[in-house]
C-alpha cells in the first residue's frame, strides 16, 4: 500500500519512507518526530528522518504543520485528505472534511500559478472552552 502512494507520488520506494509512512499512519493523528520515532520499526538516524519527510511533504504524502505551536507536527495524507480545526485555549485539534482543492484550477489559471501543496487550519476557541 505504502510503495504505491510513493510510486504514484513520483518518489523512488525506499525502506526508510515506507517505513515512516507507516509510523504516521499506524498512530493516525499528526505527530513530531520525537513520537515517530518511538512509532518505527526499523532504527533511523534523525537526519534521515527529516531528509525523508521533506520529500513525503514535498510530494503531498505527508501533511506538515505545527498548529501554531512552534514545533512540527507530521500526518500520513493517505486516503483520507483532511484539515484541522484547533482550539487555541486547550489545544484540542479535531479533523475537518473540509478542503479548497476543487478550487486550484480556477485559482491556479487566474493567478498564473502552479499549487504544489497546501495547508488549510481552522482556529478558534471550542465549546468546552468557552464555558
Not at 495524507?77 to 479533523?95: A, F, Y
Not at 478542503?99 to 500559478?113: A, T, V
Request: aromatic content about 8%; some cysteine; proline content about 2%.
Amino acid at each position: 500500500m505504502y510503495e504505491e502512494h510513493i510510486k504514484k507520488s513520483g518518489l523512488s520506494v525506499t525502506k526508510n519512507r515506507i517505513e515512516l509512512l507507516r509510523g504516521l499512519d499506524a498512530v493516525k493523528k499528526p505527530i513530531t518526530i520525537d513520537d515517530l520515532r518511538n512509532h518505527l520499526m526499523i532504527p533511523m538516524n534523525t537526519s534521515t528522518i527529516y531528509r525523508s519527510l521533506k520529500a513525503l511533504v514535498d510530494h503531498g504524502l505527508v501533511y506538515q504543520t505545527d498548529f501554531r505551536e512552534g514545533v512540527s507536527y507530521f500526518e500520513f495524507h493517505g486516503k483520507n485528505h483532511h484539515h484541522h480545526i484547533i482550539c487555541t485555549v486547550c489545544k484540542k485539534r479535531e479533523k475537518i472534511d473540509l478542503c479548497l482543492e476543487k478550487k486550484f484550477p480556477s485559482i491556479q489559471k487566474e493567478k498564473d500559478f502552479i499549487i504544489t501543496n497546501h495547508i488549510f487550519e481552522l482556529f478558534g476557541v471550542c465549546k468546552n472552552c468557552l464555558s
